[in-house]
């Protein structure tokens, strides 16, 4: 069993940033591949961002040059460093992992990005 709790939403301005955290615990961090999912309203979840063990990283297209996501496995968290916000961003961000067949989700945390 894994659990995650996203933290560090808000509400900030176009062109500001954020950093969100997600932190793990019940496994050992080091072998999760971590990711970032966002959902709008009216609108299906996507992918944002992914990190592997190694520290490989992918991004959607949408995020390029703006997001980055990183891990610290001494610290058990990831996190999504969110720079020149658009309003398009708001969502619901939420952190997730695999463990074979199984998946774990976090609770999400609101980002709100005002024009």
């Known amino acids: 069993q894994v659990h995650l709790v996203e933290s560090g939403g808000g509400l900030v301005q176009a062109g500001g940033s954020l950093r969100l955290s997600c932190a793990a615990s019940?496994?050992?961090?080091?072998?999760?591949?971590m990711a970032w999912y966002r959902q709008a309203p009216g609108k299906q979840r996507e992918l944002v961002a992914s990190?592997?063990?190694?520290?490989?990283?992918n991004y959607a297209d949408s995020v390029k040059g703006r997001f980055t996501i990183s891990r610290d496995n001494a610290k058990n968290t990831v996190y999504l460093q969110m720079n020149s916000l658009k309003p398009e961003d708001t969502a619901v961000y939420y952190c997730?992992?695999?463990?074979?067949?199984?998946?774990?989700w976090g609770q999400g945390t609101q980002v709100t990005v005002s024009s």
């Open positions: 997730r992992t695999t463990w074979g067949i199984l998946e774990f």
């Open positions: 019940g496994m050992l961090f080091r072998l999760l591949a």
């Open positions: 990190i592997s063990t190694g520290g490989t990283t």
